[in-house]
């Protein structure tokens, strides 16, 4: 369902919805980069790398 009556939506140039989701992704990716170097710091701060529960995982 849309936030927006649907006659409250304006009308939209071609490719504008396009371009809309993906500025909305890259956002997200970025978004998820930034979590992911976060909890790498966190655990490298625990002594804790994802290499060696990969490893303790396979062994």
């Known amino acids: ?3 927006h009556p ?3 939506v304006p009308e939209q140039e071609p ?3 396009l371009k809309e989701l993906e500025r909305r992704q890259d956002e997200v990716l970025e978004q998820l ?3 992911d ?3 790498k710091e966190v655990l ?3 002594g ?3 290499e060696d529960e990969i490893e ?3 062994a």
Request: glycine letters at 8%; proline letters at 4%; charged letters at 20%.
């Open 15 to 17: 490719g504008q919805l």
């Open 56 to 58: 303790a995982e396979l």
């Open 33 to 35: 980069d930034d979590l």
């Open 37 to 39: 170097r976060r909890l």
């Open 48 to 50: 804790v790398t994802v």
């Open 6 to 8: 649907t006659s409250a």
């Open 1 to 3: 369902m849309s936030p």
């Open 44 to 46: 490298t701060g625990l």
